[in-house]
């Protein structure tokens, strides 16, 4: 489409319809050339069995205190531990090398812990705990190193998997031996009951969305032994399933734990579920290398290493380096000041308001803390909800704006009334922001150019679609009323805990009352925003963009509403009716294509014609995107180089926390529970070995 305009239709000659009815609208350009961002250090690019295998060694070893609980009888030797075969770092691709045991990572997070059962839906407050916490069957985050021939899941707990001839199986080994933090033996109990309990169960609905969609329609999950299952699928290789494997899908819980509270099990009701393992719960067990020990509410959550962690090094030591791992209970701006100024450890920083002084002190070279900028993938969409049949029970004013987002030239009117570049430089001036069209993400790998639809900003343009949507200013006050009715009003859905939402949404407040549209905010707590989104108790939600619109393979299933929980901005209603317009169709079936395709230039393809698709429609209304860097304190070792703060998944997981250490001579005395390790499951906390 070239520039093409149509004449607004006739309007009423008040308020806004006297400029408008002079208005055409303008359409799509060239996509704007965004100002060179340059990424600071290049990863070192490796196979994926170069970082780790599993295998057995002659022998192992574990830090000087742990073994004296060992000598007290009140844990077995660090072989039997182990599995047969544990997890192991190769150290020759480790960026430093063999570590040392002890110090602390301390984090700051902004979010809470509303409970330990993340597998019902409960936070644990982000930033780095759950992906700690939560191991599961295959992992993703270090993708960003590895070589694009070798490009596909890291094993996990899923040590390796084979495809049956015809593709339509799975087969998946689980490491054996492996014990959850309280020495309870790990196996496929713990993925029947996941399977089974959590992501077949309607009345469960996860943290992160995964449900049977995201395994393909009709999946079926077959255990053979204790430690060996099967994926059985409608269609050949499945691909995408390896990837859904990973962090945010297929992470299971401890059956033996959670099963006695399940109303499958003898629970009493989903509701005591969801509540059986509260915010004050400590040593609740894991397969992560660190177990909860303490919770201070709003002030701290320290974690102890788990002392039947599954993964050693090549040298035999066994994981993790560091003894203990905290979790300060602040907000994500605190974050960025504390790594900054050395009283906390890490930090993504992602919120552009912080970018300057954060550079500014850290070219500084008695500053703390390295700080790295990523490539620009960090990206802010508008998500109008699509769904008109029940999907978070509108009422009746919510239900007229569903149907307004439902019409292209509403969607179009409320992506031309919004300036990119304003909006991004309300955040940060500088080369930093670019304008996001929407879709996927500029500069990753399935990004077409010439796919990509982009709506220039013109108000006018903007009151030309919202009144071909049907919208007119019938009471003259400057804003459009609902046809025969009150102003049209839009309550946008705003996750509080982060300062470049608020800052976002207030410049989609100004520029939409300008095109003549009232928008409201809706400001949440992180937690409250986001059961609000997933349940679809929203007008518009601004969204911060997943893994999916940056390298399409992780997370496939949230491009697209190709099951009935799988896209936020489109759920299916009570009866699991999906309410799809015809083009929501096309995208789902492009996406389904694309999953079941093993071409790599039909793949490519395809995704071309998801981004037109997308961009055309004004799905979503991208608003800007820009780089992060990851900030570590200057003390620790074995951060890879060039870890992008994200993309398969956040910096918490891309850097193997497990294999970072602080050497020797510049460990500092941090751990809040020294010489200890985590207790019994519920009781009050870490235990000596005396
Ligand atoms: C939050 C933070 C991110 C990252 C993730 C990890 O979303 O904003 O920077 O730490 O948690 O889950």
């Not at 399940?262 to 719960?281: I, K, Q, R, T």
């Not at 490539?375 to 969409?381: D, E, K, L, W």
């Not at 922001?433 to 013109?458: C, H």
Request: aromatic share 12%.
């Amino acid at each position: 489409m070239n520039l093409l305009s149509r004449v607004a239709p006739a309007a009423l000659l008040l308020g806004l319809s006297t400029t408008a009815a002079l208005a055409e609208f303008v359409g799509p350009t060239a996509v704007p050339e965004a100002a060179a961002f340059d990424a600071q250090g290049e990863p070192v690019f490796v196979n994926r069995s170069d970082i780790y295998d599993f295998r057995a060694l002659p022998s192992y070893s574990e830090p000087e205190f742990v073994t004296a609980f060992v000598e007290a009888g009140k844990l077995p030797p660090v072989a039997e531990r182990l599995p047969a075969e544990p997890l192991v770092f190769n150290t020759a691709t480790m960026a430093n090398g063999a570590g040392v045991y002890g110090d602390v990572m301390r984090h700051v997070i902004g979010g809470r812990p509303e409970g330990w059962n993340f597998w019902a839906g409960q936070s644990y407050g982000w930033g780095g705990i759950d992906i700690g916490l939560v191991e599961c069957l295959t992992r993703t985050g270090p993708l960003f190193q590895v070589n694009a021939e070798d490009l596909q899941p890291m094993p996990n707990l899923a040590k390796s998997w084979d495809w049956s001839e015809d593709g339509k199986s799975l087969t998946v080994h689980l490491v054996e031996g492996a014990k959850w933090s309280d020495g309870v033996p790990f196996n496929t109990e713990d993925i029947a009951f996941y399977w089974d309990n959590i992501v077949m169960d309607p009345n469960v609905t996860q943290l992160m969305g995964a449900s049977q969609a995201t395994y393909g329609e009709g999946t079926t999950l077959e255990v053979l032994d204790d430690y060996t299952f099967v994926f059985h699928f409608t269609t050949a290789f499945p691909e995408a399933v390896l990837y859904a494997m990973a962090y945010g899908n297929f992470c299971p819980g401890p059956a033996h734990a959670l099963k006695p509270h399940h109303p499958a099990f003898g629970g009493e009701s989903y509701e005591g579920f969801l509540n059986s393992v509260p915010a004050d719960y400590l040593n609740f067990p894991t397969m992560g290398a660190w177990v909860v020990t303490e919770h201070r509410p709003d002030d701290i959550v320290v974690t102890r290493r788990n002392p039947y962690y599954w993964k050693v090094d090549s040298d035999g030591q066994q994981l993790p380096y560091l003894n203990e791992v905290h979790f300060r209970l602040s907000t994500w701006g605190d974050r960025d000041v504390q790594a900054i100024a050395g009283t906390g450890d890490f930090s993504n920083l992602e919120q552009p308001e912080n970018f300057v002084e954060s550079l500014r002190r850290a070219a500084d070279p008695a500053a703390p803390a390295r700080l790295a900028f990523g490539p620009r993938t960090i990206g802010y969409s508008l998500v109008p909800n699509m769904s008109a049949n029940g999907w978070g029970e509108p009422d009746e004013r919510g239900q007229k704006v569903r149907e307004l987002n439902r019409n292209l030239d509403f969607r179009l009117g409320m992506s031309q009334a919004l300036d990119r570049v304003r909006l991004g430089e309300s955040l940060v001036k500088g080369p930093f922001t670019a304008e996001y069209p929407g879709g996927l993400l500029a500069g990753t790998s399935f990004y077409d150019a010439g796919s990509t639809v982009y709506y220039p900003t013109s108000t006018d343009s903007a009151k030309a679609h919202f009144e071909a949507a049907g919208l007119t200013d019938s009471d003259g006050n400057g804003f459009y009323n609902f046809p025969g009715g009150d102003d049209v009003q839009v309550a946008l859905l705003v996750n509080g805990d982060y300062q470049t939402e608020k800052n976002l949404a207030e410049g989609i407040v100004a520029m939409m009352a300008d095109a003549g549209i009232k928008v409201v905010l809706n400001t949440q707590s992180g937690n409250d925003q986001n059961a609000a989104r997933d349940s679809g108790r929203y007008d518009w939600f601004i969204d911060r963009l997943g893994a999916h619109m940056i390298t399409v393979v992780q997370n496939t299933a949230a491009l697209a509403p190709v099951g009935p929980l799988t896209y936020n901005g489109h759920h299916a209603n009570n009866a699991g009716e999906l309410d799809l317009l015809p083009f929501e169709q096309e995208i789902a079936a492009t996406i389904n294509a694309f999953v079941d395709s093993r071409d790599a230039d039909q793949r490519v393809e395809l995704m071309k014609t998801y981004q037109r698709l997308f961009t055309e429609n004004a799905y979503q209304i991208g608003l800007t995107a820009f780089p992060g860097a990851l900030i570590v304190n200057k003390r620790f070792a074995n951060v890879p180089e060039g870890a992008p703060i994200f993309m398969y998944n956040w910096a918490e997981d891309n850097i193997m926390r497990e294999q970072v250490y602080v050497p020797a001579d510049q460990q500092a005395a941090l751990e809040l529970q020294p010489n200890t390790l985590p207790g019994e499951p519920g009781s009050a906390g870490p235990v000596t070995a005396e």
